[in-house]
C-alpha cells in the first residue's frame, strides 16, 4: 500500500447485499416513530350527502322569510327547499 493519506485499496471493499425486507424496514421505522407507508384518510369534516346546489333567486321579502324560518326551526334553508319540494310533488300527484 501506498503511503498517500488518501488512496483507498479497492482490493478491501466488498460488496454486500442487503438482507432486510421492506416488511422489516417498515417495521424498525415503525419502532423508531417514523410514519408508515400506508395510505391515510383525509382527515378533518365528512362531505355532505347535499351536494347539489340550487340558486333560487327570490323577491328580497321571500329570501327574509326563508331565512327566518331556517333559524326559528334551526335548520339550513336547504331543508326548507327540501321540504317544500317534497310537499309540489305530493300536491301535484293529488290533481
Known amino acids: 500500500m501506498s503511503n498517500n493519506a488518501f488512496s483507498i485499496d479497492l482490493s478491501r471493499l466488498k460488496k454486500q447485499p442487503k438482507t432486510s425486507s421492506t416488511k422489516e424496514t417498515d417495521q424498525v421505522a415503525e419502532e423508531l416513530g ?3 407507508r400506508e395510505i391515510v384518510k383525509k382527515r378533518g369534516r365528512k362531505p355532505s350527502p347535499r351536494t347539489g346546489q ?6 328580497p321579502d321571500t329570501s327574509i322569510e326563508i331565512a327566518n324560518e331556517a333559524k326559528r326551526r334551526g335548520v339550513q334553508q336547504g331543508v326548507l327547499i327540501e321540504e317544500a319540494w317534497q310537499l309540489y310533488k305530493e300536491n301535484m300527484a293529488i290533481k
Open 34 to 36: 417514523f410514519s408508515s
Open 54 to 59: 340550487v340558486h333560487a333567486k327570490v323577491m
